[in-house]
């Protein structure tokens, strides 16, 4: 599609499917959809509508079913509707056979997600990455995209037609996309590691987190530059790293790209170099949005990305970030039901996370800037005890 196009196309309306497997939790479901409506904003889409079906496993034909395909059918026809998006990845058979029902274009989250990438990045190292991620995800979905044009029987019925040698010929295309944007990346990687060898001994701070935690601002804060920031999920995809000194002390502190549930595995793979500043770095700031009612859900797959990339076993400041837009419902001292996130104090929370953490845990707010004077400290201290250890012979400094 063309940039053009895309640029109309973002002004339409959007509607929202997810499905519910057995056992899942309504209100986490909801959370999942809200998230994918946060997605569809950032691709400039307006959600219109969500629909849900509970199904103890997707539909082969049409993901969810006959009969929600003919009510969500009806919606469309009665409404201005641009795109269907799943919250989950759908087979191109899948999509094939909805998009012949609705008439509309389909998006799965993965689909979404790499668009969204697309959209956003702005150096050639980003826009390769990205690119790659792409070709790697179309790959294994050729065949299933050439079915409906009936073409892997060829023009005989038999192996070897003109549609099979059609896909062949996509597949070997698309191969050799991929191994050029592996020999271009390689190239890159080999450039940002002579960059990050050449940067010394210097201690190095990653920032971490959920996208849309406030990673950009809080870099902002801590370095006193000007990053891009903008509340918008992925709103910064190229690693920023910038020299950080606090009273007599400098280290190096990086921004990465945001975290985000069922990540596509494509982006992992292509993003290897710019996860590597957190695989290599000495401690990592995990920041949280502590307003978000799911933020222990978040804490939980920034953790387990971390893990799959190799860096679960990393000294870790747990930072728990935007405390000015903490909002809980008052729980009345005769109410004897169990406290739950949406009723406990940011007390209540802080007294939680501290005991769970060992007091490694901080609170603060970037936006009206509320202990983040206590975090540079502490900050600091954590980088001089591994600036004492590393450079015994410096320790006169302290």
Known sequence: MKKEERVIEHKHSCILIGVIPKGTDDQLAQEHLSELALLADTYGLETIRTFTQKLERPDKATY???????????????????????????SPSQQRNLEKELGKKILDRTTLILEIFEQRAQTAHAKTQVQLAQYQYLLPRLTGMWTHLERQRGGTG?????????????????????????QRLKEIDTQMATQRKNRGEM?????????????????????????????????????TVRKVTIDNLFFLLSDTVGFIRKLPTQLVESFKSTLDEVREADI???????????????????????????????????????????????KEEDDLTPATRANMSIEEVKNMWMKNMHNDVYFVSAHTKNHIDELRKALYEKVKALHIKRYAYNNILY
């Open 64 to 90: 969810i079913g006959k009969g929600k395909v003919a009510e969500v059918n009806e919606f469309v026809k009665e409404n201005t509707i641009s795109v269907v998006i799943f919250d989950d990845e759908i």
């Open 158 to 182: 038999t192996r070897g037609g003109a549609g099979e040698k059609e896909i062949e010929t996509d597949r070997r295309i698309v191969r050799d996309k991929i191994a050029l944007l592996k």
């Open 203 to 239: 201690i190095r701070v990653a920032l971490v987190g959920y996208t849309n935690a406030g990673k950009s601002t809080m870099m902002n804060l801590l370095s006193k530059s000007s990053v891009f920031a903008e509340n918008k999920l992925f709103a910064t995809l190229d690693t």
């Open 284 to 330: 990592l700031i995990h920041l949280v949005d502590i307003s978000n009612p799911h933020f222990e859900d978040h804490i939980h797959v920034v953790n387990q990305t971390l893990h799959d990339i190799g860096a679960g076993e990393k000294p870790v400041m747990l930072v728990f970030n935007k405390t000015d837009a903490f909002t809980h419902i008052h």
